[in-house]
């Protein structure tokens, strides 16, 4: 049973997902209650699990009123446990689950945070990366060392390439322009700059995106490329350093 996934805009730019499998329907983050609900509804879904990706508010905060509405359980990182709101299951990594497509493992990718975690489907071919790996970018490094997100990216980035990455916001166009600020003269970035400008101008979302796309034109992952050193003059510098320097750029951009 191949897994059906709703994206659900919510806050100014977040997304949630609905994921419903053979297991039933989890939620990954619940920045507020009222769209998922709607989402919920119009599908005559109940809603068995949510998976929370970090503690940031507005990746949780609608997460009591949907389990006072459903009776869902709530499961995230063992690590922020302390942070998040109360859970019936704290996941570390290598506590895998799940039937077929939904067969789910846990990731803990920190750097955002300290203990954020992503969740890969690896039957399905996809991945809820939120605030870690993003569609053209990365999250700002809040709480970790740049050291410790280059980590977690390539840990990401190692992923096969076909794999789908679903982010948790909608800041590609944002990304687009900074990246092309770094490889103004990579081909494929221009012509995925265009193809976000009209996305956007639609009004439809640019997630999911795809591991090898993003390893084409995402600056973020491409830290360790001779070309991508050299744009930057820091030739022979280690990769974490590279990028350090292009998400200091980004803070600033």
Same mark, same amino acid.
């Given at each position: ?85 109360? +859970?019936?299951?704290?996941? #570390? ?5 799940? =039937?077929?497509?939904?067969? &789910? $493992? !846990? ?81 494929? +970035?221009?012509?995925?700059? #265009? ?5 956007? =101008?639609?009004?439809?979302? &640019? $997630? !999911? ?45």
């Amino acid at each position: 049973m191949p897994l059906e996934i709703v994206t659900i805009p919510c806050l100014s730019d977040n997304y949630a997902y609905l994921i419903k499998g053979p297991d039933g329907v989890c939620l990954i983050d619940a920045p507020e209650a009222g769209p998922i609900i709607e989402a919920l509804e119009s599908r005559g879904w109940g809603l068995d699990v949510i998976m929370i990706t970090h503690h940031h508010n507005d990746h949780v905060g609608g997460v009591q009123e949907l389990r006072n509405r459903y009776g869902c359980k709530v499961m995230g990182p063992k690590a922020e446990e302390a942070k998040l709101p109360p +859970l019936d299951m704290a996941l #570390e990594e290598g506590m895998n689950g799940g =039937t077929d497509e939904a067969y &789910t $493992v !846990p990731m803990m990718v920190p750097g955002h945070t300290l203990g954020h975690m992503a969740f890969y489907f690896p039957n399905a071919g996809v991945v809820f990366t939120a605030d870690s790996l993003m569609a053209l970018g990365c999250g700002r490094v809040f709480e970790g060392t740049p050291e410790m997100m280059w980590d977690s990216l390539s840990k990401l980035a190692a992923l096969p390439p076909e794999t789908r990455i679903y982010s948790g916001h909608e800041y590609t166009m944002s990304n687009a322009k900074f990246a092309l600020s770094i490889e103004p003269d990579n081909a494929k +970035l221009k012509s995925r700059y #265009e193809a976000v400008a009209e996305a956007r =101008t639609e009004g439809r979302p &640019t $997630v !999911p995106s795809v591991l090898s796309e993003e390893l084409e034109t995402n600056p973020f992952l491409r830290a360790n490329l001779p070309e991508v050193k050299a744009a930057l003059g820091m030739q022979g510098a280690p990769d974490a350093s590279v990028f350090a320097e292009i998400r200091k750029r980004k803070d600033n951009f």
